[in-house]
């Protein structure tokens, strides 16, 4: 089998690590790639959104089937593209892509279809933003509609922080397009969970389900960004809230997205909050998250093959019923992210990586020198997945790998999966 791997970052290389790992004798292109995934894959300098160039690699190639990482190319049309030229591909059309493209969308499917998710108001102008601030109380959340890289959301405690963080996106237009429509959103309270699911739009096969940490810094405090960490499984996702979840959230949103015209293939990620009502939609992902795919992948035991399972989608075909996934163990991530990020993040600086037993190192923002050295080049640098029989151990293992990698300006989070340590659950 010959798989073509759009993007670079740490969830692809994840994605070539659980494809190798399936099937040894799999052929892995990857574009771009990136150091890591080399060792894996054969890197090719073509961008993920250059479709042209994509489609013919994937004919010059004679690939079986493309698997989609990042968003931009997804809500860029590559699914129609590759469809229209009869190329296998996994993921979702670029109309059903606007299920995370545009949270605006998303929440109005969920209203019609009576999805359980916050209240929220959906607004253009800052008066209107501020007004429905005032109209659903404090603490409230202002999201940019858009794709913002992780970062266009914001929790206020203050009607001042909250105007500013409207001004910011509706006047200043710090987030670009991404903030020109806003969703003025009630707070939610409770642990969040993320739920990973394969789908061919009727059939859904959850992954592991995992929880995801945004802040930049221990004990959940500083920026949001893109993620700082993940571990999977989660001892609150119980049989009964997963029946739940699939009851409640995922069969009417696929139903509604097909309704629509807009039938959604590939892999939907459901960003839940667990609250004393019972899970909520946070938001939804049109592909398999960062960094949660590198802890979800790792301890997702299928009972059957994780790569025919996405070539079957690609293919357009139905997926088989009755497919199960258990947890294999427990996997803690902890991301090392560049000095300045998230906010301007440093590149150039060399990465040193020890033997590391236990733990698996996926590369995010890596690139080489030009003496051939591994140096930084991006704000999320390496995520370190530490494998183990139980969530402690995996937590130790993690933590101490990714105090072991050096590079200068280093940040990480100490206290991935604070919660569930909490909990008791495991021993090392």
């Not at 970052?9 to 574009?31: C, F, N, S």
């Not at 007004?131 to 794709?147: E, F, M």
């Not at 592909?287 to 979800?296: C, L, Y």
């Not at 590079?407 to 021993?427: S, V």
Request: aromatic share 4%; proline share 6%; glycine share 10%.
């Amino acid at each position: 089998m010959k798989v073509l791997l759009v993007g670079g970052g740490g969830r692809e290389h994840a994605l070539a690590w659980r494809l190798a790992q399936d099937d040894p004798r799999v052929t892995i292109l990857a574009a771009p790639g990136n150091p890591g995934i080399a060792e894996l894959a054969e890197c090719v300098a073509i961008n993920a959104t250059d479709v042209d160039a994509l489609i013919a690699l994937a004919r010059e190639k004679r690939v079986d089937f493309t698997v989609v990482g990042p968003e931009a190319p997804l809500a860029g049309g590559i699914v129609d593209r590759f469809r229209a030229e009869s190329l296998a591909i996994f993921g979702p059309t670029r109309a059903a892509a606007e299920i995370e493209t545009s949270k605006a969308f998303a929440k109005e499917l969920m209203r019609e279809a009576k999805i359980p998710t916050a209240r929220a108001i959906i607004a253009t102008e800052p008066d209107r933003a501020k007004g429905a601030v005032r109209a659903l109380g404090l603490p409230i959340v202002i999201k940019a509609s858009g794709l913002a890289a992780g970062k266009g959301v914001m929790v206020c405690d203050t009607f001042e922080s909250a105007d500013h963080a409207i001004d910011e996106m509706l006047v200043t237009h710090r987030f670009g397009v991404a903030g020109q429509e806003v969703l003025v959103e009630e707070f939610m309270s409770g642990e969040e969970l993320s739920v990973l699911a394969i789908t061919d739009g009727q059939t859904v096969i959850p992954l592991v389900p995992a929880q995801d940490h945004k802040r930049l810094l221990a004990g959940d405090r500083g920026p949001n960004t893109g993620g700082m960490g993940a571990y999977a499984p989660v001892a609150l996702a119980s049989d009964a809230l997963m029946r739940d979840v699939l009851d409640r959230i995922f069969a009417p949103t696929l139903a509604a997205m097909t309704a629509r015209g807009r039938p959604f293939t590939g892999l939907l990620y459901a960003g839940l909050m667990l609250t004393t009502d019972g899970p909520k939609v946070v938001e939804f992902n049109c592909r398999f998250g960062d960094p949660e795919t590198q802890a979800v992948l790792p301890v997702s035991q299928l009972s059957t093959s994780f790569s025919e399972l996405l070539a079957t989608v690609a293919r357009g075909e139905s997926l088989p019923e009755g497919v199960t996934c258990t947890a294999r163990g427990a996997a803690v991530t902890t991301v090392l992210a560049a000095a300045g990020y998230p906010e301007t993040p440093q590149s150039g600086a060399p990465i040193t990586i020890p033997d590391l037993d236990g733990a698996l190192v996926f590369h995010a923002g890596t690139a080489r020198a030009a003496d051939g050295s591994l140096v930084t080049a991006g704000g999320r640098v390496l995520g370190v997945t530490g494998l183990a029989p139980t969530f402690a151990a995996a937590q130790l293992r993690s933590g101490d790998a990714a105090a072991r990698i050096t590079f200068e300006g280093k940040q990480f989070r100490a206290d991935i999966g604070w919660r569930e340590l909490a909990r008791g659950a495991g021993t090392p």
